[in-house]
């Protein structure tokens, strides 16, 4: 086995035991990515001299016998849009192709001062809208089950960079589901955390009321360790959250004897692949094998989620994305007439199609004489939707549905059809609404490509569903991986 | 027919806070361009606001002491509109739930008393400042701008009045006792010229007893009170005459530029292109919640206000309401008028004629605040004691005066370097009499008549010859004595 193979934990144990230094680690992560990123392309910006710089300083402390963290030393890549200092941050947009931050995300600092060694910045959807990453203002990454295949977004650079062993784990940031939705179609454990749980100081804003960070690992493991050092309150950040971190890494018990499992119909409904809900029906047996009490419910407004969220996320949008004008950073068209045509033309040029339709969309629905009738009412309507998951809560510990409708599709299947793309996140949306965790972990395959079953769970319930996914993955006991051709 | 003049007045106050309204920067002026700035008051990407809790605080005194009710759940929102000199694209600010509602200002015009209704106080964050380089300094035609961040994040109150006020005299006088409210609360600096006081005013005239109000017309650049009355009544006889002649069509909804030199208004923008701001409430903060345990705190916490202390120098001081109104018209006049009664431990009525007097027209003259001058508490004490002791009199007092306000220099100092002390010697009095006497013979015959006129004259001569310098009281005894000799 590769070193770029391994988990966050089997690493840790070996530059524990000084089997390996994290200079080999860090170089055998980047002869993958030499090896796979031509087909792959998960990376916008690869930080090979940082890592390697980082990778040598977490040697210096190994040998000097200082005490080192389960991530010191391990190749991290981090979604394009949060912020690193002096390296470049896209967002996966044109307009900030120059743009070099002054300052550190909270988020990666905290991994930073943990040791990671970062990798690169990894391809997204523009302004993480989207969920094939074919919306980036570059070009698009490839699934690594198969390349023609979409990895989902918007996060997709990051999903498909561990899923490709392109890195150990990796960051991504979750609106709709932007993590748990590409972690199921390239077949990893993406989590999505409590809103307000990770700072969002330095995470580029989509929908500021949605965006979380949260991780991409190849286990739940590595996901609880991750979690130990991403969560914490953040002064920096007024919706951060203040509570005791917990050790997650204690939730990592197989016991599912007792838990009630609530299936919401809403999230197995049509829209729903009949392959991908035969694997989901299937997983579930799992559940109920190993003691867990598993029930059919109903959430029944969650079926006006995805209308709501695309009035909230592109409202959000609409004004989080004004500072794009060309007047302090990023792009400015070269030969402006006058103010407005500097704004105009600086916005027309350097936003992609799907990031102007949701900035006109959110303009729209916060304009004079609409806000109620849009904004007002998908208020209303997130309000129904947290009701009737505290309601589902009352009866169960954990809420199971497919992470995604459907498995990895073609990359320009669905690009001129952005409602059909929409429906790629029609079973995440209603989490990211209530502001609750929610992790999608592998649970099979449909014509070899993976599918991913989320688990949500109350707000701040991420012990609790990272105990079940820890159980359904001992009990499924799935190890597939991708088999990508090498090109040197 | 008669017209009343309707106006309201909305008044951008800077809080006097060390940091920043959402970020730690400092708020001190006149920094180095972009020298107080980071990636929150940049509005960097990823940056996010975290609220001032001191400026929440001082918006919620100043509404206690302007008799607001305060909402204990209050939200920020957002209002979107571009401009280069808001980082963001948007400015943080207050809408449906703003801080304080339902507030009043009394005023005291001297002939009657008035009630000038609050609407709310909501708190925001100021904008960078922007400047144009070539044309004619304006951003049309400017050959390229420049933008200083500095000033952009700072905290901003905003007191918008009801149309409650009738007269440039009484928006004046509303804006003055607003200011001196806030610097007795000591929430800002609240200077015009500085910039940390800035008041607009909405204007429309009527006829006299309508209910219905006329087209409005919002004046800017309003930079000191005189402009603010000033533009008003240019305003209102701009508008008057509008109506008086047939051209209603004069009267538009617009933005009027108030240019102080030529004395007139003119259009800055009509409201055709009304903004479209798309308020909501940003995601990025929370609600503030608030007890009223908190709020009570605060109003426990609350110092004399104006109206207390007006009605205090009546009753401890014995000044008459005219002078209690004038010396608490800001905490400045206050504060030097008890420093000085302090000090010169006499008459208090005389400290407050000599500040409504000389002191004030002095300060007009050179348009200077009381605590802006070399003049100190020590200066006027020690003016009105030489007087009392006799060593000068009050013409003297007068006449230096005019020195101890420009250079700060003693009374006491100037008095001995220009030998200007009082003389109080008998002898020398009674010779400059004789003097006067024999030169005024026919004036001596006039008085001797009965003409008790003359005296004056007499008392004036004699005054004349020791260049102000006689002790009045003294000459006109001795003179009064040779006369009836």
């Not at chain 1, 930080?47 to 080192?68: F, S, Y």
């Not at chain 1, 995470?203 to 949605?210: E, K, P, R």
């Not at chain 2, 013409?395 to 005019?402: T, V």
Request: charged residues 25%; hydrophobic residues 35%.
């Amino acid at each position: 086995m590769e070193l770029y193979q391994m988990t966050i934990h089997e690493l840790h144990e070996k530059l524990l035991n000084k089997e390996v230094s994290a200079k080999d680690v860090t170089e055998s992560v980047f002869s993958r990515i030499e090896g796979v990123e031509d087909g792959v392309k998960s990376y916008l910006t690869i930080t090979k001299e940082v890592a390697l710089e980082q990778a040598r300083q977490v040697d210096e402390k190994i040998a000097a016998g200082e005490k080192v963290g389960p991530l010191a030393g391990i190749p991290t890549a981090i979604k394009d849009v949060m912020c690193t200092q002096g390296i470049r941050t896209t967002c996966g947009s044109k307009i900030l192709d120059n743009f070099i931050p002054v300052y550190t995300s909270t988020a990666v600092q905290n991994l930073f001062d943990e040791g990671i060694v970062m990798t690169g910045k990894t391809n997204m959807d523009e302004f993480a809208m989207g969920s094939s990453t074919e919306n980036s203002g570059f070009f698009p990454t490839r699934n690594p089950w198969d390349l023609e295949r979409v990895p989902g977004g918007s996060s997709g650079g990051s999903a498909a960079a561990v899923a490709a062993d392109e890195a150990i784990f990796s960051l991504g940031s979750d609106t709709g589901g932007s993590i748990r939705q590409p972690a199921s179609l390239c077949g990893i454990v993406g989590m999505k955390p409590t809103y307000g749980l990770v700072s969002r100081y330095g995470l580029v804003a989509f929908a500021s009321s949605l965006d979380q960070i949260g991780p991409f690992t190849k286990d739940v493991t590595d996901c609880a360790i991750v979690l130990n050092h991403l969560v914490g309150h953040d002064p920096m950040d007024s919706t951060s959250v203040k509570i005791d971190r917990p050790d997650y890494t204690k939730s990592l018990v197989d016991d599912l004897k007792g838990i009630r499992i609530g299936i919401p119909k809403e999230l197995m409904a049509e829209g729903i692949d009949p392959e991908v809900k035969k694997v989901v029906e299937n997983a579930l047996e799992i559940f109920s094998k190993n003691g867990a009490l598993v029930a059919e419910t109903s959430l029944p407004n969650l079926e006006y989620g995805l209308s709501a969220y695309y009035i909230i996320a592109p409202a959000e949008a609409s004004s989080n994305l004004a500072r794009f004008d060309g007047v302090r950073y990023g792009y400015r068209v070269p030969d402006p007439d006058d103010l407005m045509d500097m704004y105009m033309r600086t916005r027309a040029e350097g936003f992609g199609d799907e990031v102007k339709r949701r900035i006109m969309l959110g303009t729209y629905a916060l304009s004079a004489g609409y806000y109620e009738a849009y904004y007002g009412k998908a208020q209303k309507v997130r309000t129904l939707i947290v009701r009737d998951f505290n309601k589902a809560f009352e009866e169960f510990d954990v809420l199971v549905s497919p992470t995604s409708p459907t498995v990895a599709f073609k990359i320009g299947e669905k690009i001129a059809n952005p409602l059909q793309m929409y429906l790629s996140d029609i079973c995440t949306i209603p989490v990211n609404l209530a502001g609750l965790p929610g992790i999608s972990v592998p649970c099979g395959t449909v014509n070899g490509l993976p599918v991913g079953l989320q688990i949500i769970g109350r707000a701040l319930g991420e012990e609790a569903i990272l105990k079940v996914a820890y159980s359904f993955e001992q009990n499924f006991g799935w190890n597939e991986k991708p088999k990508l051709e090498i090109r040197y | 027919m008669e017209y009343e003049s309707v106006i309201g007045l909305e008044i951008h106050v800077e809080l006097a806070t060390k940091s920043k309204m959402f970020c730690k920067c400092s708020t001190v002026f006149g920094e180095a361009p972009n020298t107080q700035t980071c990636p929150v008051c940049l509005g960097l990407p990823g940056s996010l606001p975290v609220a001032n809790e001191k400026a929440v605080e001082y918006v919620i005194k100043s509404g206690l002491a302007l008799g607001c009710d305060i909402n204990l759940y209050s939200l920020f929102h957002r209002k979107n509109y571009f401009y280069p000199d808001m980082p963001k694209d948007y400015q943080i600010s207050q809408y449906d739930q703003p801080l304080c509602i339902n507030g009043l200002i009394d005023l005291d015009m001297g002939d009657y008393q008035t009630r000038i209704g609050i609407t709310r106080i909501h708190l925001e964050e100021d904008t960078g400042k922007l400047i144009h380089v070539g044309g004619a300094g304006r951003i049309a035609g400017a050959e390229y701008s420049l933008v200083d961040f500095n000033r952009a994040g700072v905290p901003l109150m905003e007191i918008v009045s009801e149309p409650d006020i009738r007269t440039p005299e009484e928006a004046k006088a509303y804006a003055q006792k607003l200011r001196a409210i806030l610097q007795s609360l000591g929430v800002s600096d609240v200077s015009m010229e500085k910039g940390s006081m800035r008041v607009d005013a909405n204007v429309s005239i009527r006829p006299k007893g309508s209910a219905e109000f006329g087209t409005k017309a919002e004046l800017k650049n309003l930079n000191s009170f005189r402009s603010l009355q000033r533009a008003l009544a240019y305003e209102i006889e701009r508008q008057t005459k509008a109506l008086n002649e047939g051209r209603p069509e004069d009267i538009v909804q617009e933005t009027r530029h108030w240019d102080e030199a030529k004395g007139i208004t003119s259009t800055l923008r009509t409201k055709e292109y009304a903004h479209d701001y798309r308020y909501f409430p940003d995601p990025d903060l929370v609600p503030m919640e608030f007890t009223s345990d908190y709020v009570e705190y605060l109003r426990a916490q609350l110092p004399e206000l104006p109206d207390e202390r007006k009605q205090r120098f009546m009753r401890e001081y014995g000044l008459p309401v005219h002078e209690a109104n004038l010396l608490t018209e800001s905490k400045a006049m206050g504060d030097f008028f008890e420093e000085t009664v302090k000090l010169y431990k006499g008459d208090p009525k005389a400290v407050a004629n000599w500040m409504l007097g000389d002191m004030s027209y002095y300060l007009n003259t050179e348009g200077l605040e009381i605590d802006e001058t070399a003049v100190t508490p020590k200066h006027l004490a020690e003016l009105l004691k030489l007087m009392d002791k006799g060593v000068i009199s009050g013409k003297i007092a007068k006449e230096i005066f005019p020195e101890m306000f420009e250079t700060g220099k003693l009374p006491q100092v100037i008095v001995e370097e220009k030998g200007m002390t009082q003389i109080s010697n008998e002898e020398e009095i009674a010779k400059i009499i004789d003097l006067v006497l024999e030169e005024n013979a026919s004036t001596v015959e006039e008085y001797r008549a009965g003409k008790d006129k003359a005296f004056g004259f007499l008392v004036g001569q004699a005054m004349r010859l020791t260049k102000g310098r006689g002790n009045p009281q003294l000459i006109n005894r001795l003179l009064r004595e040779k006369l009836q000799e």
